[in-house]
């Protein structure tokens, strides 16, 4: 599939190993938008301390490279709430282990 339609891609996409390796080799940003088009990242969130709208900005000192943050500069990860919060291994990781555990194979 054409990385201009990357995007477009569902989950169902993943059963060809093509489209998981056409994901899973991309850069951190792209992996995070496609999981939060997927809906397993948000895509937007509030500030647990102030209640503002969080914007998603770089953070080099992070795993996944990024961070939400609020105009008041509160931080919290890109994972919070979702099935990867308490990882500590890249995303690309982690769903390449969901994938071949839910493809039977031995890990």
Known sequence: ????????????????????????FKDKHTIIQWLQ???????????HRCGTECRMNVRHKSIDGYVWRCSARHEVGIRRHRFFEKSHLHLADIMNFVITYAEGQSL
């Open 1 to 24: 599939m054409p990385d201009d339609s990357l995007m477009d891609m569902t989950l169902e996409y993943m059963e060809n190993p093509f489209n998981q390796y056409n994901i899973l």
């Open 37 to 47: 088009k997927v809906a397993l990242l948000t895509s937007s969130i509030q500030c």
